[in-house]
């Protein structure tokens, strides 16, 4: 029964990322990735690349009806607070939902790095993100190197990074 709601799930994440237009090519290891700005949960705006030059980025995407999203997200907060002084920085991208069920998400789970608004989701589609979650991995010099799609343990995660701090 788990399974079958687990492929379920995979299946309506795909059409709904898709449903409202065309999704972009993935883009490709050594290349940069697309530039964005979108809004923080907490306020403001961060721009990639600009406000993370020099830092190795973890771009994640997300929902909170996503099953894989929750227990991924907890367990890379410790990672997180740990390599974020040597540069790591995490974005939590968050796909087509509003602020409020965003928010009522990431304080169930305590999790301290930014969150990021794609609210129409034109970021994913730019990314080419076609399930949820799905990591992007970006270099200090602003170049892809990694992609994980679906659910990523710590050691996963780091094994990304491996030799970059």
Same mark, same amino acid.
């Given at each position: 029964? +788990?399974? #079958?709601?687990?492929?379920?799930? #995979?299946? %309506?994440? +795909?059409?709904?990322?898709?449903?409202?237009?065309?999704?972009?090519?993935?883009?490709?290891?050594?290349?940069?990735?697309?530039?964005f700005?979108?809004?923080?949960?907490?306020?403001? #705006?961060? @721009?990639?690349?600009?406000?993370?030059?020099? $830092?190795?980025? !973890?771009?994640?995407?997300?929902?909170?009806?996503?099953? &894989?999203?929750?227990?991924?997200?907890? %367990?890379? =907060?410790?990672?997180?607070?740990? /390599? $974020?002084?040597?540069?790591l920085?995490?974005?939590?991208?968050?796909? @087509?939902?509003?602020?409020? #069920?965003? !928010?009522?998400?990431?304080?169930?789970?305590?999790?301290g /790095?930014?969150?990021?608004?794609? =609210?129409?989701?034109? +970021?994913? @589609?730019? /990314?080419?993100?076609?399930?949820?979650?799905?990591? /992007? &991995?970006?270099? $200090?010099?602003? $170049?892809?190197?990694?992609?994980?799609?679906?659910?990523?343990?710590?050691?996963?995660?780091?094994?990304?990074?491996?030799?970059? &701090?």
């Amino acid at each position: 029964m +788990v399974k #079958t709601i687990t492929i379920v799930l #995979t299946i %309506a994440s +795909v059409l709904l990322l898709n449903a409202c237009g065309e999704s972009s090519p993935q883009p490709q290891n050594g290349q940069p990735p697309p530039a964005f700005a979108l809004p923080l949960l907490d306020g403001g #705006t961060s @721009r990639f690349p600009e406000d993370y030059a020099n $830092r190795l980025v !973890a771009i994640r995407f997300w929902a909170d009806w996503c099953p &894989f999203c929750e227990s991924e997200m907890q %367990a890379l =907060q410790p990672v997180f607070e740990q /390599y $974020r002084e040597q540069g790591l920085e995490i974005l939590a991208v968050n796909v @087509r939902q509003d602020p409020e #069920t965003a !928010a009522a998400f990431i304080q169930k789970l305590g999790v301290g /790095y930014p969150t990021l608004l794609d =609210q129409e989701g034109e +970021v994913a @589609r730019r /990314y080419g993100v076609l399930g949820l979650p799905t990591t /992007y &991995f970006v270099a $200090r010099d602003g $170049r892809l190197i990694g992609k994980i799609i679906g659910e990523s343990t710590p050691e996963m995660f780091l094994s990304m990074l491996e030799g970059r &701090f």
